[in-house]
């Protein structure tokens, strides 16, 4: 989910600590994936069904000051790139690591979506047995899936045939999410019929 | 483990690419207890035996510069205050989750190193039946323990009758990590023994 933000516009951060640079004060519900996807975790850890956290975006620091009496500023960062997938905790003592994409294509997801630094990530937390997948939101419909990480990382490997992955193959080899009122994406349920029951 | 920077110093960050405020770029071995930390997950990663990053510290960002064919600047931004804690990832399929922290005392590790909200996430960490423990180096000897989140608990949740965790109870209660060459500190050979094996 990169968003552009105008050249001077004034950054706002959500509430969230776990906020990052993709998290716009939208004021509302259902506006961001990834503050639907926040609100959900927040909902399970105060259910203390599980705990996920959202990283926070890597940064670069370059210069930072110190003024007396108040808190040091950094005045020079840059944002980097993450090495791992942005969500990760653990859920009945199963480890969760997952990335979560939306897109405005309606019939199929491109690939350009998923960074290489991303797949290799989901290659060794796959080598360990968590569980690892891609929660894909269709922004025309609303509608939410979870593909496993091997069924992301075989699309991921045959790019060159295919630059994305028809939304018919992510019905098909992934499994719908159900959304609702609390938690709005309760992508756990979906965890404990395909990994945990 | 908080670092003061003195005003107006130019900030240095390592090479990791999950270095935070912590991580001044030491240039050698052995002088920074997380960056000794950071090399062994690194060896674990290569090794492939476990998935463990430290999470990116967490940035209150206020404006950002976007300058035409450049990459973004941060102009204005915070240090924030992690709510969780600094390590975790996924090893043999389990959910690991640590703190590290080092201590110039020769004789107890001070409670006011812990912060209460990682307590916190520790609790419900422990509640998901995650891995969850504090890595405490003493610097003077570079002895490290490995010290499982309920006893913390139970130390920290006691902090009116004393404010420090004594040494020798570290060591009763506590386990001894192996520090050697290949990993640095080889943390999960003591997680083999308590938790796994």
Do not use: W
């Not at 959202?54 to 950094?74: E, G, H, L, M």
């Not at 199963?94 to 797949?119: C, G, M, R, W």
Request: hydrophobic share 30%; aromatic share 12%; net charge positive.
């Amino acid at each position: 989910m990169s968003i552009q933000y105008p050249n001077g516009k004034r950054y706002r951060s959500n509430s969230s600590p776990h906020s990052s640079k993709t998290s716009i004060a939208y004021g509302g519900r259902g506006m961001s994936f990834e503050s639907d996807i926040d609100e959900s975790n927040t909902f399970y850890l105060l259910k203390e069904q599980a705990v996920i956290h959202k990283k926070p975006t890597p940064i670069q620091i370059v210069n930072v000051d110190y003024p007396k009496r108040s808190a040091a500023v950094i005045k020079e960062a840059y944002f980097k790139q993450a090495s791992t997938t942005d969500y990760n905790g653990v859920y009945k003592g199963h480890y969760i690591d997952f990335e979560a994409k939306e897109t405005k294509n309606k019939t199929s997801f491109p690939l350009q979506n998923i960074h290489q630094h991303q797949v290799d990530h989901m290659r060794n937390v796959v080598k360990q047995n968590g569980i690892c997948f891609l929660l894909i939101r269709f922004q025309d419909t609303k509608e939410v899936f979870l593909l496993d990480a091997a069924v992301l990382i075989s699309f991921y490997d045959h790019q060159k045939e295919r630059k994305s992955i028809k939304k018919a193959d992510i019905m098909t080899y992934g499994h719908h999410v159900h959304t609702g009122y609390q938690p709005f994406i309760d992508y756990l349920r979906t965890v404990d019929e395909l990994y945990i029951n």
